[in-house]
């Protein structure tokens, strides 16, 4: 039970981390100057955007339950099965960012789906 | 007639990168670091989960051991470099296009906990892995960008 609850929030908190700090750094815009000094003056306005701490602190949650699930399941079971992230990375970009999410996308979704499914089975 | 060549502009335009060059740098930066990141956790966290494994309280007794874990830092350094990646690409591109291009890193993650962990991974899980590979890189072939620029 605690390693599902532990899935579900690496899945969950993760995607809705990523979606933040997407949003967030198309709110700073596109970066050009890639020179040290540039990327440091661009840290106080990226922490100026409100949706940086919610994707940060989402990650954080998804980071430390990776760890917890770690310590017991084998890297090559946990790993793919997050790919199910892009399931909600899809409805997510639908109706968090307002993407169009296609026929040709969903069906990509489904194959990511159903892969993770052949990696749980093929667990041993 | 000498063109007006405004300075400012120069100077700023001179150290950025052609948009495929640097999206494609990022994204390899992103496949190497995430993956190997993942590896050094997980051979940190097994190292010390001995004693501690399946239960809450145990749990929350690894959190000051792997703050001196030298294995369990260089997971962590390499997913800070993978994370300023992700965050530098996704100031230009989709959130919808970048995450496709981090399929390879399910091969190379399958690769490395082969290879470096000594994990079986079985041949379901191969098929598995080239499964999320292509629908991923199906997504991939979708438009990059589907909404108005900010």
């Known amino acids: 039970m605690l390693a599902l609850i532990l899935y579900l929030l690496?899945?969950?908190?993760?995607?809705?981390?990523?979606?933040?700090v997407a949003r967030a750094m198309k709110t700073v815009g596109e970066v050009k100057d890639f020179r040290p000094a540039a990327l440091l003056r661009l840290v106080p306005r990226v922490l100026r955007v409100p949706w940086i701490w919610a994707g940060v602190t989402l990650?954080?949650?998804?980071?430390?339950?990776?760890?917890?699930?770690?310590?017991?399941?084998?890297?090559?079971?946990?790993?793919?099965?997050t790919a199910l992230s892009y399931g909600v990375g899809a409805l997510g970009g639908k109706f968090f960012l307002g993407e169009q999410v296609s026929a040709r996308r969903w069906a990509g979704v489904f194959l990511v789906c159903a892969g993770v499914t052949l990696v749980i089975v093929g667990r041993r | 007639m000498p063109k007006i060549v405004d300075?400012?502009?120069?100077?700023?335009?001179?150290?950025?990168?052609?948009?495929?060059?640097?999206?494609?740098?990022?994204?390899?930066?992103?496949?190497?670091?995430?993956?190997?990141?993942?590896?050094?956790?997980?051979?940190g966290m097994k190292q010390m989960s001995a004693?501690?494994?399946?239960?809450?309280?145990?749990?929350?007794?690894?959190?000051?051991?792997?703050?001196?874990?030298?294995?369990?830092?260089?997971?962590?350094?390499?997913?800070?470099?993978?994370?300023?990646?992700?965050?530098?690409?996704?100031?230009?591109?989709?959130?919808?296009?970048v995450q496709p291009a981090s399929a390879a890193a399910y091969g190379m993650v399958a690769?490395?906990?082969?290879?470096?962990?000594?994990?079986?991974?079985?041949?379901?899980?191969?098929?598995?892995?080239?499964?999320?590979?292509?629908?991923?890189?199906?997504?991939?072939?979708?438009?990059?960008?589907?909404?108005?620029?900010?």
């Open chain 1, 10 to 20: 690496i899945i969950g908190a993760g995607t809705g981390g990523e979606l933040c």
């Open chain 1, 59 to 81: 990650m954080a949650t998804a980071f430390f339950s990776l760890l917890a699930v770690l310590s017991t399941e084998n890297v090559s079971l946990v790993v793919p099965v």
């Open chain 2, 7 to 43: 300075r400012r502009s120069l100077s700023h335009m001179k150290p950025a990168a052609s948009p495929h060059f640097k999206t494609y740098l990022l994204i390899c930066l992103m496949v190497i670091f995430g993956p190997l990141g993942n590896v050094l956790l997980g051979k």
């Open chain 2, 51 to 97: 004693s501690s494994a399946g239960t809450t309280a145990g749990t929350l007794d690894l959190i000051p051991r792997v703050l001196t874990s030298g294995t369990i830092w260089l997971g962590i350094g390499s997913l800070l470099t993978f994370f300023v990646a992700y965050m530098l690409v996704l100031s230009w591109a989709d959130y919808s296009y």
């Open chain 2, 111 to 150: 690769l490395l906990a082969h290879f470096i962990l000594r994990e079986v991974v079985t041949p379901t899980r191969w098929m598995g892995v080239m499964l999320i590979c292509l629908g991923v890189l199906v997504v991939g072939y979708t438009p990059p960008r589907t909404t108005d620029r900010r």
